[in-house]
């Protein structure tokens, strides 16, 4: 009898450990469409901010950079790029979103003069700012950060 209560007693526990394997995977299951479903939210544009951006110059000894900072609420990991026209350099860099929706992009600058700064994130439509800047001939104020607007 003893050999056939601890055979039921195994069967039983495969059956709880089948139950619970079945409940995990459920769940994971459904962690990976709420995660597709909010990747899909903010690439749809549905669930992103408004698209803030602001820039500062970063004095160096040899270079100087010019900081971007983009922020939008909901845009973490949405792809986007940072087009820099005028003022001796014409580039576009691509950046990804990051943690709480901000990313930080650098250029290095060596001209005074004006220049626009186009944003702009890949959902859909397309958020997109564009700041017009000028660069004093001395470049020489640091400033810690900005304050998107």
């Known amino acids: 009898m003893r050999g056939g209560s601890e055979a039921g007693s ?38 992103v901010g408004p698209l803030k951006v602001c820039t500062f110059v970063s004095a160096g000894d040899l270079t100087n950079s010019e900081i971007v900072k983009v922020y939008a609420t909901g845009s973490t990991g949405i792809k986007g790029t940072l087009t820099f026209s005028g003022a ?41 700012r564009v700041l017009h800047v000028v660069l004093t001939g001395t470049m020489d ?8 607007k």
């Open 10 to 47: 195994k069967g039983v526990l495969r059956g709880r450990t089948g139950a619970l394997r079945l409940a995990a995977a459920g769940l994971a299951a459904a962690g990976l469409v709420a995660a597709q479903a909010d990747r899909q939210a903010a690439a749809s544009g549905t669930g």
């Open 88 to 128: 001796g350099l014409d580039d576009t860099v691509p950046f990804k979103m990051g943690k709480g929706g901000v990313a930080l992009n650098s250029l290095t600058i060596s001209t005074a003069g004006k220049a626009t700064i186009t944003v702009m994130l890949e959902t859909k439509p397309p958020k997109k």
């Open 141 to 148: 104020v640091t400033q810690a950060g900005c304050t998107p």
